[in-house]
């Protein structure tokens, strides 16, 4: 209940984690009354950060348990609501599947099947609203793989529609538009934003995608305003677009640890060697390193004469990356002291923290992340980070409270 005892709009939580998407909502004024998650950090996380409402039973918890095993019917029935009443659903299905940076099976593996499982669960527990969360990579993502370098060389005109960059993404926007055709059914739209555009000192591209029932309103009107809440812009277009320029690091630096930080990875002491030829304050990557060092830094990931790389790997610019006071970071990764996605402090020659992570991303300052320092790093860099998260929940939140 709200002061004024009105009840709050009650959200389901699937694929829960860290619980970033929860977090922003609830700043918006929801109450998450059910949550999920398959791996024991997460639901020891949720365990410990949500003590007191595990405890008064106004959150129930899915402790561990495979969302393909959770019928809708005994989600509905522990959070006490019916078919069509809850007011919002969220969540995340793994992402490894779809990302950029990852091996991008797709619906071949598990984790990729558990997005058509989400959209079941809409169509059967029928929220008022809905808000899919997923890497931008999802948009490009082929229904059959084929790796990068085999593609830049092959005859795009000769791949089968299925092997077409988008073939997988258009399956999936297929069944979620059949939501639309229900009876009380849903209108979608979707788009990638840009945390940094938010407020949020961190370069972060998500793909959002969002239904809401016909009878609560629009979800291009919602998206558009969403969008248009978005303050801030890249420095170069900021003065042009009439917004703030991006927030940076700077913003966040009086919060920032110092050179040896409790819940802190490590590098190798052949990084540390490396990192500090990189200069502090301003940041940089690997293209610093004096030339007698490049070579030997790289090794595997330097130029190569395999016709079907040379001069295609891209800027590598998260190889021995520092970040810079005066840029929002990077997107976070899952772990900060891999060699192609380094996060190293702008000052110290060290990864980011937990704290620092956690503190980029909004999370709030009592969170205790559980289980070991890798599933901690994990669960805070696959978040959506919370402000972000709160601007899509205050316009929802706006939209079926109107209606």
């Not at 959070?79 to 991008?104: H, N, W, Y």
Request: with cysteine; charged share 30%.
């Amino acid at each position: 209940m709200t002061q004024n005892n009105i009840p709050r709009p009650k959200v389901i939580s699937l694929f829960t984690c860290g619980m970033g998407m929860d977090s922003g909502f609830e700043k918006a004024g929801f109450q998450t009354v059910y949550a999920n998650d398959i791996t024991k950090f997460a639901c020891d996380t949720i365990k410990e950060v949500k003590k007191k409402e595990l405890k008064e039973q106004t959150l129930h918890l899915d402790d561990e348990k495979n969302i393909f095993e959770i019928t809708s019917d005994s989600i509905l029935s522990n959070v006490g609501l019916a078919k069509g009443e809850s007011d919002v659903l969220i969540g995340g299905p793994p992402c490894q599947s779809f990302s950029t940076a990852g091996m991008r099976k797709g619906l071949k593996d598990k984790r990729g099947m558990a997005v058509m499982e989400y959209i079941k669960k809409i169509k059967e527990i029928k929220p008022k609203a809905f808000v899919f969360e997923n890497v931008q990579g999802i948009k490009s993502m082929a229904m059959s793989h084929i790796s990068f370098y085999d593609r830049i060389v092959m005859d795009e005109s000769k791949l089968d529609e299925s092997q077409k960059r988008g073939s997988l993404f258009t399956y999936i926007e297929n069944e979620f538009r059949k939501l639309e055709e229900e009876e009380h059914g849903y209108s979608i739209d979707y788009d990638i934003l840009n945390a940094a555009d938010f407020g949020v000192p961190q370069n972060r591209k998500r793909f959002i995608l969002i239904g809401i029932r016909n009878e609560f309103g629009n979800a291009t009107e919602v998206l558009n305003e969403i969008k248009s809440k978005a303050k801030y812009a890249d420095p170069r277009k900021a003065k042009k677009l009439g917004k703030k320029e991006w927030r940076t690091l700077e913003t966040l630096k009086d919060k920032f640890e110092g050179e040896n930080p409790p819940d802190c990875a490590k590098f190798s002491n052949s990084v540390v060697e490396y990192m500090s030829h990189v200069p502090k304050e301003i940041g940089g990557c690997w293209v610093d390193l004096p030339p007698e060092l490049k070579k030997k830094a790289m090794g595997g990931a330097a130029d190569t004469d395999d016709p079907r790389r040379k001069g295609k790997q891209g800027g590598r610019t998260g190889f021995y990356r520092r970040l810079s006071w005066y840029k929002p970071s990077p997107t976070l990764v899952t772990s900060p002291t891999q060699m192609g996605t380094c996060m190293c402090h702008p000052t110290y020659d060290r990864p980011l923290s937990l704290k620092e992570y956690a503190l980029i991303q909004g999370f709030p300052a009592n969170w205790k992340f559980q289980g070991s320092l890798t599933n901690r790093y994990r669960m805070i860099g696959e978040a959506v980070p919370v402000e972000m998260a709160k601007t899509i929940a205050d316009t929802i939140k706006k939209h079926i409270d109107n209606a």
